[in-house]
């Protein structure tokens, strides 16, 4: 087991560092010690919703990092419910239902 968690930081450490010298990590920065947000994330979400298990799903759940932040987009404005772990889960998980959200501006901040 010790094993395991050693090869899981130092391949974490080794990524972070990857896509920090080439300049693909993006705001928050510095990546180190969170799920990093990538140059790209748009297009991998833009992938995602053309999955096959995207649009049978009903709801969907996302971690509340930057990363991620299209994919939370998309599972409202294609009315799936979203749940969320709440940062470091302080406040457990959050459940949005897409018709109590009103207009699309507010979706950028979840």
């Not at 990524?15 to 080439?22: D, G, Q, V």
């Not at 947000?37 to 748009?42: E, K, L, P």
């Not at 772990?85 to 406040?91: C, V």
Request: hydrophobic share 40%; proline share 5%; with cysteine.
């Amino acid at each position: 087991m010790r094993d395991v968690k050693t090869a899981k930081k130092i391949l974490r450490e080794q990524i972070w560092t990857m896509l920090e010298i080439k300049g693909i990590a993006r705001f928050p920065l510095p990546c180190y010690g969170r799920i990093p947000n990538f140059a790209g994330s748009d297009k991998a979400a833009d992938k995602v919703r053309l999955l096959k298990k995207w649009k049978k799903a009903r709801i969907v759940f996302t971690n509340p990092d930057y990363a991620q932040q299209k994919v939370r987009e998309y599972a409202l404005l294609d009315g799936k419910i979203l749940v969320m772990a709440s940062p470091k889960l302080k406040h457990g998980y959050v459940l949005v239902d897409p018709k109590d959200v009103k207009g699309v501006e507010g979706f950028a901040r979840l």
